[in-house]
């Protein structure tokens, strides 16, 4: 297949959102940018154009989609019975980088939800998604735009690489504002729970909400039997086929002495760092995901970082981690997992 590019970074014409719109609701998939990470998307209430996303990303079908809509009067088409905490989250973070979970109507089909009775509910703030779900005029399903398993594809150069001819169109619309992919939230027993940390923090979920919870998931391996919450838990993810070790400690001289100590049992290695330590490594090779108080930088850098690093062959990838405070709790959820929950803290 011949994947149309449309760079509209370059040429915003919205004539091309409005044929990529209507390429979407007639089955055709578009890889198109959010604020977050890019998506691949196809209608999402049609299930042969749905099912081609499992096929181009190599996707589990027991993982389910987040359903991408532009205006409240879609969220009813698809959801029903949404609780007073819900639609004061709605409220609050839509649109946004923030995905609530709901219950289910049922013409949404069950190749979006892998046969859950709830679906993932998301109200991009991106322009180009707004536009382009507007044009479809139908919701659009769209996971992250990566083969299953790897980063998050957060510009057109690293998605090429991996999708180019396996979609009708891709709109590049330059690197992604934030770079990691949405908060996911479901209500339970009233109180919010965070199944997958992101740019909405606990913290600002708290404050619409009263209170919140962090899915005992997201921190601790679990295996492809445990019952989890949202299925994407299960899976190994943004992970370098290299061996990775994420190291932390809140003391910055015991982080460069440990990380140092590793670099010397494994010459071969390198260093994902932080600005102000990058120096300070005795590595072959130092990356910079950048300052370790700006952690807005780090989540826009961490993920191309990522799949850069198994280009250099080497046996071992070091990666300096970050405090789980604010946003800093989704950057080192991406990274333990990349790092298969191999993390040393000291
Ligand atoms: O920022 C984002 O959320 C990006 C952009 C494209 O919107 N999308 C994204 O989709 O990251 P994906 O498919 O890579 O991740 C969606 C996550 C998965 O972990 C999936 O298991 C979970 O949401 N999920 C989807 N539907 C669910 C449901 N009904 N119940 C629980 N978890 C669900
Ligand atoms: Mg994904």
Redesign the pocket.
């Known amino acids: 297949m011949e994947t149309k590019y449309i760079n509209f970074k370059e040429n915003s014409n919205n004539d091309f959102l409005i044929e990529a719109g209507s390429a979407l609701r007639s089955g055709k998939l578009v890889i198109?940018p959010?604020?977050?990470?890019?998506?691949?998307?196809a209608n999402g209430l049609d299930e042969t154009a749905v099912k081609r996303i499992f096929e181009a990303k190599g996707?589990n079908p027991d993982?389910?989609?987040?359903l991408?809509i532009v205006k409240m009067s879609m969220l009813d088409t698809i959801a029903q019975n949404i609780s007073t905490v819900e639609r004061k989250l709605i409220n609050a973070f839509f649109p946004g980088?923030f995905?609530i979970?709901?219950n289910?109507k049922s013409i949404v089909p069950n190749a979006?939800?892998?046969g859950?009775d709830?679906?993932?509910v998301?109200m991009?703030s991106n322009s180009v998604?707004k536009e382009l779900i507007l044009s479809a005029g139908v919701p659009i399903a769209?996971?992250?735009?990566?083969i299953s398993g790897k980063p998050?594809g957060t510009n057109i150069e690293d998605i090429k690489c991996e999708l180019m001819n396996k979609v009708e169109y891709i709109i590049d619309d330059g690197p992604c504002n934030?770079g990691?992919?949405?908060?996911?939230v479901?209500v339970i027993d009233g109180v919010p729970t965070i199944?997958?940390p992101?740019k909405i923090t606990a913290e600002e979920i708290k404050e619409v909400a009263g209170s919140v919870k962090i899915d005992k998931n997201v921190f601790e391996k679990c295996s492809q039997n445990t019952k989890?919450?949202?299925?994407?838990?299960?899976?190994r993810?943004y992970a370098p086929n290299t061996k990775c070790v994420l190291v932390y400690s809140p003391n910055n001289d015991n982080l460069v002495a440990k990380i140092n100590e590793l670099v010397e049992e494994t010459p071969n290695s390198l260093v994902i760092s932080c600005l102000e330590n990058a120096d300070s490594f005795h590595s072959k090779y130092v990356f910079n995901i950048g300052q370790s108080d700006n952690l807005e930088e780090i989540s826009k850098n961490v993920f191309s970082t990522l799949r850069k690093v198994d280009a250099y062959h080497v046996d071992l990838i070091i990666i300096q981690g970050v405090a789980q405070v604010g946003l800093g709790l989704a950057i080192m959820n991406r990274l333990l997992r990349a790092c298969e929950y191999n993390y040393i803290e000291c």
């Open positions: 198109f959010t604020e977050t990470v890019y998506g691949i998307g996707r993982n389910p989609l987040i991408h980088p995905t979970i709901l289910k979006v939800t892998a859950l709830t679906v993932a998301r991009p998604a769209a996971p992250s735009a990566n998050s934030i990691l992919e949405s908060t996911v479901r199944l997958r992101g989890v919450l949202s299925p994407g838990m299960k899976y993810h």
